[in-house]
């Protein structure tokens, strides 16, 4: 079992930055990706970034289109943590930020390939 903890997430400006944090512990030996997601008021959960925990030979961090260039995720494998960098927010970033641990895809797009959430944390953005 791997147990996630995020943080970070408030009340910011539109053109504003953010960092939101992913605590993570348990069975991190056989994680082998991280993703975030968000769910907006009154809509589905959607993919925003991923990274693999550990190197293979596949692709590397992946992102949803309405995020690539303002967005990054990263990772520190010694602290157990990953971290979603957003530059530039929207208004439609608005939203509920998960975090998950996929123990059998290393870079996965689809919540269903995501075995461990997180509670969330809830980023505002005002216009």
């Known amino acids: 079992q791997v147990e996630l903890v995020e943080s970070g997430g408030g009340l910011v400006q539109a053109g504003d930055s953010l960092s939101l944090s992913c605590a993570m512990s348990?069975?991190?030996?056989?994680?082998?990706?991280v993703g975030w997601f968000r769910q907006a008021s009154g809509k589905g959960r959607e993919f925003v970034a991923t990274?693999?925990?550990?190197?293979?030979?596949?692709?590397?961090?992946r992102y949803a289109d309405p995020v690539k260039g303002r967005f990054t995720i990263f990772k520190d494998n010694a602290k157990n943590t990953t971290t979603l960098q957003i530059n530039m927010l929207k208004p439609e970033d608005a939203a509920v930020y998960y975090c998950a641990a996929s123990m059998s895809f290393f870079a996965a797009t689809l919540g269903s390939q995501y075995k461990y959430w997180g509670r969330g944390t809830r980023v505002t953005v005002s216009s």
């Open positions: 990274i693999p925990w550990r190197n293979w030979s596949g692709p590397g961090p």
């Open positions: 348990g069975e991190i030996g056989s994680l082998r990706g």
